[in-house]
């Protein structure tokens, strides 16, 4: 290769490279490490205060379970005694309500009496003015079923059901005996007329009923 065309080209390596170092910015010696010593003082002030709200965070944890447990148990105590008011609110309605649905029970029985026809009555003060008065018209009667049936329809709202006692075998936990009776056709035990009838409340006795019970039978039925 010819001298001149490699000095050439070594002019126009050496232009390029100073081109390069022209470029390229200057760098402070003490630059790098300065600002090396300030990321690592950052990290550590930085681990510092993740360390502090750590430790800040864990104390509100700590309190917020303390407060959750405190509002737990308290409620679960108000529920307690919320349901312990209910149920005493309940037994005191009830207590209140119980005479005037007995008084209510007796009171349709007076009307289911003046329903009765008069050979199946007893002779009382209503016999004795219906004979006395024998022109009164029957319109009495539809009055007393009318009222009968609404009274009916107040004690079923009230969740008061009658006892079926006729025809059945004689139950102590919701009837009392008041007489016998002597069928061979039916089995000792067996209820076969109701004096007074028994009503239940909410599942619960609310009258016993008055029951007459057969006590004629076979010996093996007696022994039942």
């Known amino acids: 290769m010819d001298t001149a065309v490699k000095e050439t080209l070594l002019d126009q390596f050496r232009d390029y490279l100073d081109s390069l170092d022209e470029a390229l910015p200057t760098v402070d010696a003490e630059g790098p490490e300065t600002d090396l010593f300030t990321v690592f003082v950052e990290l550590a002030a930085m681990r510092n205060e993740m360390r502090t709200e750590s430790r800040l965070l864990k104390e509100a944890l700590d309190e917020f379970r303390g ?31 119980r005479p005037l649905l007995v008084e209510l029970l007796d009171l349709r029985d007076r009307l289911a009496v003046g329903l009765r026809p008069a050979t199946e009555r007893p002779a009382r003060w209503l016999d004795r003015w219906r004979t006395q008065r024998p022109d009164q018209p029957e319109s009495w009667r539809e009055g007393l079923g009318i009222t009968l049936r609404r009274l009916d329809r107040i004690l079923a709202d009230r969740r008061v059901v009658r006892i079926e006692t006729i025809g059945r075998r004689f139950d102590p936990r919701v009837g009392r005996v008041v007489g016998t009776s002597k069928e061979v056709s039916v089995a000792t035990g067996v209820v076969v007329e109701e004096v007074c009838a028994g009503f239940l409340w909410d599942d619960e006795l609310l009258r016993a009923a008055e029951v007459i019970v057969n006590k004629t039978g076979t010996d093996e039925e007696d022994s039942e």
Not at 67 to 90: C, I, K, N, Y
């Open 67 to 97: 407060v959750f447990g405190t509002l737990q148990s308290s409620h679960a105590t108000l529920e307690q005694e919320l349901r312990r008011a209910q149920a005493d609110s309940r037994e005191r309605a009830r207590a209140l309500l």
